[in-house]
């Protein structure tokens, strides 16, 4: 390759924040970027919308991205394509989507004015027909959800959110994973709290109770903590949120592994894991890998 290319080789394994890791630094000298998947054999669904979201960032910042799969794409490699988090560079390559199972929400990206339709219409049909738990019982997924959009369209400074959504049926787990592009939460939570110099400890401060950036006026966010809160505590899950280059993930009792980044990715990106064994039929809320 010549001196204006970055190239990534990606591990046998992509999980958690691994990704971040494997980012080369970028200078404007830099015209091409080759990504080689020749080696990929597992990857789990929040890298799956961490790969959408930075593919956005390196589309803007590279004038040719390229993607090298070895002799033959891998099951892994396969999935990524048909999850359609590689769509806008696809075109450029021999191969093609092939159909998700039906545990797999495909990725989508939508103007945040467009959640509820992308909700009632995508997310909850197929959430009712890969559980077959009726639709009136996710009130408590729903809230959480169009929380996390709220907070996309009152604090993040971006118009477009983007989401991936898988359920495993072994162990009836659930991962919803939504992210945006926009500023961050530290520097969104630097208009009440100057002295937050490091993006994990605005995710942090931005968990606890009664937290909010009031970014703007009558916001509709109730912050990140009745988020956690509903998804830990009431459907016994997990939310990991990656933030710049600042990575916290909440568990029962009061569990938080966090740490920092090596590199950083643009906006933030929230996975919310759900036991849906946990979903009790009738429970209702107001406002609410393969």
Request: hydrophobic share 35%.
């Amino acid at each position: 390759m010549g001196s204006l290319d970055l190239k990534i080789i990606l591990p046998s394994r992509l999980e958690s924040t691994a990704i971040f890791s494997l980012l080369p630094d970028h200078h404007e000298t830099n015209t091409s970027l080759t990504v080689d998947f020749s080696n990929l054999q597992f990857i789990n669904a929040p890298c799956v919308l961490y790969f959408k979201v930075m593919l956005q960032h390196w589309l803007t910042n590279f004038d040719i991205i390229e993607f090298y799969f070895g002799d033959s794409p891998s099951k892994a490699t396969k999935f990524l394509i048909s999850s359609g988090a590689l769509d806008g560079v696809m075109a450029n390559t021999t191969y093609h989507r092939e159909p998700l199972s039906k545990t797999t929400l495909e990725c989508y990206e939508f103007d945040t004015q467009e959640r509820y339709d992308w909700m009632a219409s995508k997310f909850l049909p197929w959430l009712n027909s890969c559980t077959q738990i009726p639709i009136t019982d996710f009130d408590q997924i729903r809230m959480a959800i169009s929380e996390v959009f709220n907070n996309i369209l009152d604090h993040s400074g971006s118009s477009s959110a983007f989401t991936f959504s898988q359920w495993h049926p072994k162990d009836q787990k659930l991962y919803i994973c939504i992210g945006d592009s926009g500023i961050g939460i530290r520097e969104t939570l630097n208009r009440r709290f100057p002295e937050i110099n490091e993006d994990v400890e605005a995710i942090i401060k931005a968990s606890e109770n009664g937290v909010t950036s009031q970014s703007v006026p009558g916001n509709r966010g109730v912050g990140l903590h009745n988020i956690i809160d509903v998804i830990v505590n009431h459907l016994n899950g997990s939310v990991s949120i990656v933030s710049k280059n600042g990575y916290a993930k909440f568990e029962d009792n009061d569990s938080i592994t966090q740490h920092k980044l090596r590199h950083s990715c643009k906006g933030t990106l929230i996975t919310m894991c759900v036991d849906t064994s946990k979903i009790v039929s009738g429970e209702t809320e107001e406002d609410e890998l393969w």
